[in-house]
């Protein structure tokens, strides 16, 4: 009821029951009122012990030892009843033993303390994705945990010494048929919870701690990601960022993502994603001279079906992403898409943020089975706010490594796993849609920037193609300086960060990313105008029939460009100074050079004079 709840539980040799009060009922005197009674089978010694916690309740624990455990399955029980009596009221109620036997196998292991307390073996999962479960094994398990409840020394040291040499058989072959790639990383969000200054300092940080590593440990590697992040550094911390250069040289430090930032890749343009990537991988290239191979989305809240074309035709081979959205998937398979193009995507086990810990074992093996490989790759290292991987990390993999029954483990680079990884592929599943969606709510929240993100993309191809083509065409250059553009598309660029186009980040943020929008919509208005005139100067805008130079200084020309790949049939809207009194409503046919044929307009406002409300480059349609 709405006073307490109860959970009745079995952990190893515990069994257990919980009794959860909520706050509000100050714990111990509903606690109080409750009885417990387990009807044990006869033999068992232990007593229930009630131990209260303020915050949880009250928790009765029947440390029950592992043999009498045992000897209860054996016997054919499966279950403890519990009766509770609160208030007059009695519930029946049960404690499921654990019947299995892997795990009877994992209690005795646990009991026995058989290969250290660090590492709790289940040997029927390992020795089945060994291949070497043998059809006779429940029945052995049977016959070692009889004989160990119920004190048979001679028979019990026979069939535990088989059990060991096992184990050695299963350890050995785990460690040569599996291999655990541990790459270390700092997931850092260029805007989330702070500033742009703050992360300027987090990248500086982080990255000064991995070089503390570098130096202590020789195998250690590390991989980063977000070619803006590098950018700064080369800008306010050049000595970093030559240490960064050596460390890439070395081979021990890895560049992945090949784009500008992480970026949200369903609000943003295609053209744009193709610019991360241009402007990305460009960088790496030029600075370091790196082609990157490795996609780099781990936060990222969902993935088009559009994007293996753009990363495979952008030289990307390999996808590094954790949200897929809620469809059960394995963690690597080859993502196939609407063109055809593929790439292999991976969701490493335990996320971008994980520690090397004892769970990788189990995560590998399960994440292994499912994907239909032997390899696995895990990113660890603190993350979000930087920090990345600890010495702690790099500690625990040595111990792992010498731990039995347990994969390999190598330290490693991102794109090692990958080139491994290929002679498995044929064996990868496929899947051919997109991966979405994390948060729904991302796609509405702060509109002002996504109105904003579409607006900049739009004027920059655009200014991009009408600079292009008056370049060609008058054979001067419309730019003083080619970085211009490109700078400008750097502004766009980092504000598609997942956490910021997505609306997640805090409002500074958005007061920050509004001030870059309106120097790129000043500057790309200025760009596209510049070259706007300079290609109309090229362009004779009289109809045939106009001869006279009276004709001529009456004609008003209004040049339309249409910036899509195709041919159009739309409105265009347009500003013009009149020579003529015209009314809204008025219809006026204007003429087309090319074939001397009218076109209908209609008049719509008449201010009387000419002060146009928006850029002529404005009024498209």
Not at 423 to 437: G, H, P, Q, V
Not at 600 to 613: D, L, N
Request: charged content about 25%; overall charge neutral; some cysteine.
């Amino acid at each position: 009821g709405s006073e307490f709840s109860i959970q009745l539980r079995q952990l190893n040799n515990i069994l257990a029951v919980n009794i959860i009060v909520p706050l509000a009922n100050a714990g111990t005197e509903v606690v109080s009122a409750v009885k417990l009674n387990f009807k044990l089978p006869e033999g068992t010694v232990t007593k229930p012990v009630p131990q209260i916690n303020e915050l949880d309740g009250m928790n009765y624990v029947y440390e029950v030892p592992v043999k009498q455990v045992v000897k209860y399955i054996l016997s054919g029980i499966k279950e403890i009843p519990v009766t509770i009596q609160w208030k007059g009221q009695t519930f029946n109620q049960s404690v499921a033993l654990w019947t299995e036997p892997d795990m009877l196998l994992k209690i005795y292991t646990a009991q026995n303390n058989k290969f250290g307390k660090e590492y709790t073996a289940n040997y029927s999962l390992i020795s089945t994705a060994l291949g070497t479960l043998e059809k006779d094994e429940p029945e052995f398990i049977h016959k070692l945990l009889t004989a160990y409840a119920e004190d048979n020394q001679p028979e019990w040291e026979q069939l535990n010494e088989i059990l060991t040499e096992k184990y050695h058989t299963a350890s050995k072959e785990m460690k040569n048929k599996f291999i655990g790639y541990l790459a270390g990383h700092a997931h850092i969000d260029m805007c989330w919870l702070w500033q742009w200054p703050e992360t300027v300092q987090v990248c500086h940080d982080t990255f000064k701690s991995v070089f503390n590593l570098m130096e202590k440990n020789p195998e250690f590697k590390f991989s980063q990601s977000q070619a803006v992040a590098y950018y700064t550094m080369e800008q306010k911390y050049p000595a970093i960022f030559k240490r960064i250069q050596d460390y890439v040289k070395q081979g021990r430090w890895e560049i992945v993502g090949g784009m500008w930032v992480e970026p949200d890749t369903n609000m943003p343009g295609g053209e744009s994603l193709v610019r991360q990537l241009l402007y990305g991988k460009g960088y790496f290239r030029e600075k370091f001279g790196v082609d990157v191979k490795v996609g780099w989305n781990p936060d990222t809240f969902g993935h088009p079906w559009t994007l293996p074309q753009i990363l495979k035709k952008s030289g990307i081979e390999y996808y590094v992403n954790c949200r897929e959205g809620t469809k059960p998937r394995p963690n690597v398979f080859q993502w196939i898409g609407i063109d055809g193009s593929s790439v292999i995507s991976i969701v490493p086990p335990g996320w971008y943020n994980r520690k090397i810990d004892n769970g990788i074992g189990r995560d590998m093996i399960n994440a292994c089975r499912d994907s239909g490989t032997q390899k696995m790759l895990f990113l660890y290292g603190v993350g979000d706010h930087g920090g990345g991987p600890t010495q702690v990390d790099i500690d625990n993999k040595y111990v792992l490594a010498k731990t039995e029954l347990y994969p390999s483990l190598e330290f490693a680079k991102a794109e090692d796993f990958f080139t491994g990884l290929v002679t498995d592929k044929s064996a990868l599943k496929t899947e051919t849609e997109e991966l979405n969606f994390a948060f729904e709510g991302c796609y509405t929240s702060h509109a002002d920037v996504k109105r904003n993100n579409r607006k900049s993309e739009v004027l920059l191809y655009n200014a991009e193609t009408i600079t292009t083509l008056s370049d060609l065409i008058t054979k001067k250059p419309a730019l003083s300086s080619p970085q211009t553009l490109r700078d400008l598309w750097r502004k766009v660029l980092f504000n598609q960060f997942h956490d910021i186009i997505c609306g997640s980040a805090i409002h500074p943020v958005y007061d920050d990313a509004k001030k870059e929008y309106e120097i790129v919509s000043s500057s790309g208005y200025q760009i596209l105008r510049t070259a706007l005139t300079a290609l109309e100067s090229q362009i004779n805008t009289l109809p045939s029939s106009a001869t006279g130079k009276k004709d001529k200084n009456q004609i008003k020309p209004i040049v339309v460009y249409n910036p899509l790949p195709w041919k159009r049939t739309d409105i265009v809207k347009a500003h013009f100074l009149a020579s003529e009194k015209y009314s809204p409503g008025n219809l006026v046919a204007l003429n087309t050079p090319a074939e001397d044929e009218l076109v209908v307009a209609q008049i719509t406002k008449c201010p009387g004079h000419y002060f146009p409300e928006e850029p002529i480059d404005k009024c498209t349609g």
